[in-house]
């Protein structure tokens, strides 16, 4: 009875009542299924239930549905921003199973405290043009600061995938290199970029960035982002990149996750080592595997030269849906 409370299957819920009552009111024990036939409220379900707690102490049904119920509500919790599979477990292992239950824990954070307030945002599929129109907004915000900025929308976008589940963009500037190659680099944009769209409303919250911490801070921000139209709070990531690297952030954002994980697999395979930054070769690893020097560089700029290098044929973003 307690489980379908907790799914609202109130008719079940009612019968239980009543079948509980039937049941404290007998004057002779009641074992088997057929003694339970003869009582009111009881069907062929119920009766066999009861035969099978009295035989065996244990009803499977029940056991099956606190295994659901518990996948439920990791499933539930692990859907809020900044709520991982562990944070989920030591939630539901304190009693959390549902978002109000979370909110009021001591331990949250600002971010979760969004992601549980934007919860149903969050977690609605963005439309392909809805994305274009975010990127539209934040391109020509870029342009106005600089008219070199260049912006790419990267993610399930790019691989043609008709709804999003978040906002995934690039800026990058014809010219730039990584911030110890050289001074051009392109890290005041992306300060001035979001001050300017958060003082427009467009920015509704920075849920990683410059003053958030983390360890790429300056070059990455994290947050929701909202056409006004429309109302709906929508994850976006913006990623500053530098020119010189720009085919292997093209090649790591677009993805998928598992496309990712195959061709840097391959790349190991032939002795080389892929990431956001470029393709390199001659790395050197300790015996466990971890990278003690990055090796040479074999190409960062261009996407379809990483390929090449990597001896494959060149993929559309569409063909890079895997799994
Ligand atoms: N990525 C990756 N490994 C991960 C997560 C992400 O290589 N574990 C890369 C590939 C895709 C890119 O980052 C953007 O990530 P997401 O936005 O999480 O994925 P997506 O493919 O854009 O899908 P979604 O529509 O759900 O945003
Ligand atoms: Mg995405």
Redesign the pocket.
Known sequence: MEYYKQINEIWRVQGYRKAINTLRQQKQPVRTKQDALKLPGFGHQLSDKLEEIVKTGKLTRLIESKKDSRAAVLGLLEGIFGVGPNTAREWYNDGVRNLSNARVRPDLTPQQRVGIDRYHDFNTRIPRNEVAQHFSVVESAARNIDSGLRCFI???YR?G?QT???I?LIVTKPGTKRIEEGEKSLMWVLQKLTTQLTAMGFLKVCLLGKDKGGKDSNSKWYGASMLEDIGIWRRI?ILIVPWSELGASLL??????LF?RSIRMLAVKKGMSLNQHGLFKDVIRDKNWKKIHRGTLVEAHDERKIFEALGIKWLEPKERNVG
């Open positions: 990267m993610g399930s691989r995938v999003c589940g978040d995934d990531d790591y954002f677009t993805g998928n996750d990712n």
